[in-house]
T-cell receptor
Framework: SQTIHQWPATLVQPVGSPLSLECTVEGTSNPNLYWYRQAAGRGLQLLFYSVGIGQISSEVPQNLSASRPQDRQFILSSKKLLLSDSGFYLC????????????FGDGTRLSIL | DQQVKQNSPSLSVQEGRISILNCDYTNSMFDYFLWYKKYPAEGPTFLISISSIKDKNEDGRFTVFLNKSAKHLSLHIVPSQPGDSAVYFCAASAQAAGNKLTFGGGTRVLVKP
């Protein structure tokens, strides 16, 4: 069966520090991979998605970037964090098949001080 | 521009009764609709979906209804159980847009014993 792992579960970072969140998927090959952010009391906003190694699409302009160095690895990064980067970050995997759901990791709670 | 809206931020229901969650959308290109359930500090888990060519899909206690002409869908949970207390997200995808999910803002459900 497929599993998705995200780490760390929580992270407290000072403003201006760098960020690296990692997500890995097991049990499937060539998945679509996604990074979402949930701000407090809000829905899930798609930040990035990837259909293959090295292929990244950005959905919203922001202070973050994403990379996919391996088929089942997706990384969310920032060179300098802003206060507005606080939130709950979720990684998900899916397929290209119509109507198939995406499956989410347990998320990372990021607090910027 | 919110393409998927859940206008009720919260819902309280007695155990054993029906929970009805509503969702409206504006993009007529959406062809699949999904409901996710989310507990605090966890990622969303997939509940049930419906294709735009159907008007009803049922899975155990969960039924989703789709009214395409009104661009409206609803999730019915019968009977509601205390373990159903969570935040529920409506999401929509369009094959033409690569099956990316657009989420509503969520509805927090509290099932009272």
């Amino acid at each position: 069966s497929q599993t998705i792992h995200q780490w760390p579960a929580t992270l407290v970072q000072p403003v201006g520090s760098p960020l690296s969140l990692e997500c890995t998927v097991e049990g499937t090959s060539n998945p679509n991979l996604y990074w979402y952010r949930q701000a407090a009391g809000r829905g899930l906003q798609l930040l990035f998605y990837s259909v293959g190694i090295g292929q990244i699409s950005s959905e919203v302009p922001q202070n973050l970037s994403a990379s996919r160095p391996q088929d089942r690895q997706f990384i969310l990064s920032s060179k300098k964090l802003l206060l507005s980067d606080s939130g709950f970050y979720l990684c998900a995997w899916g397929t290209n098949r119509v109507g198939q759901p995406q499956h989410f990791g347990d998320g990372t709670r990021l607090s910027i001080l | 521009d919110q393409q998927v809206k859940q206008n009720s931020p919260s819902l309280s229901v007695q155990e054993g009764r029906i929970s009805i969650l509503n969702c409206d959308y504006t993009n007529s290109m959406f062809d699949y609709f999904l409901w996710y359930k989310k507990y605090p500090a966890e990622g969303p888990t997939f509940l049930i979906s419906i294709s735009s060519i159907k008007d009803k899909n049922e899975d155990g206690r969960f039924t989703v209804f789709l009214n395409k002409s009104a661009k409206h869908l609803s999730l019915h949970i019968v009977p509601s159980q205390p373990g159903d207390s969570a935040v529920y997200f409506c999401a929509a995808s369009a094959q033409a847009a690569g099956n990316k999910l657009t989420f509503g803002g969520g509805t927090r459900v509290l099932v009272k014993p």
